[in-house]
């Protein structure tokens, strides 16, 4: 287990934090995969696509987590030739959500991805571990990435 733990200065909200997107992502390329929790990209989506169509940023896929964070399921995701291609990922929901996508960035070699939580009660958008299960919700381990 590591000893010190680092939290970006970069959080922030408010009613106009989608039209931020462009300016954290800029650096990292015009094209995302969205990954995330279903309800939580029903919800979101609405204004995110929006923002990243104003900014030229092309969304090659956008796919459903699949409930559990598993390593299974991250190998899956990080499989698909869309995450592969995509210069960088949303991670969208809670932290089960979140989570899948940094066992995904791990797998592709720290690919860069940006964490939009849906709800306030979740850590994962700003901690560098992924608390992983296996598909029948057990605990199997922590992966962690190299940057909150």
Do not use: W
């Not at 959080?11 to 800029?26: C, E, L, N, W």
């Not at 969205?34 to 979101?44: D, N, P, R, V, Y």
């Not at 690919?111 to 992924?130: N, R």
């Amino acid at each position: 287990m590591r000893s010190t733990h680092c939290l970006p200065s970069y959080s922030f909200g408010g009613h106009d934090v989608f039209d931020a997107i462009p300016q954290f992502t800029k650096l990292y390329g015009k094209s995302v995969a969205i990954i995330g929790g279903e309800t939580a990209l029903s919800k979101a989506l609405p204004y995110i696509q929006p923002v990243l169509d104003r900014a030229g940023i092309k969304v090659l896929d956008i796919i459903h987590f699949g409930g559990e964070c598993t390593f299974d399921r991250g190998k899956e995701i990080a499989r698909m030739e869309s995450v592969k291609r995509a210069d960088f990922l949303f991670a969208v929901g809670g932290g089960k959500a979140i989570d899948t996508v940094k066992v995904v960035a791990v797998e592709l070699d720290d690919k860069p991805f940006f964490t939009i939580p849906t709800i306030a009660s979740t850590c994962a958008a700003t901690s560098e571990a992924a608390a992983v299960y296996t598909a029948d919700h057990n605990f199997d381990g922590i992966a962690f990435v190299n940057h909150p």
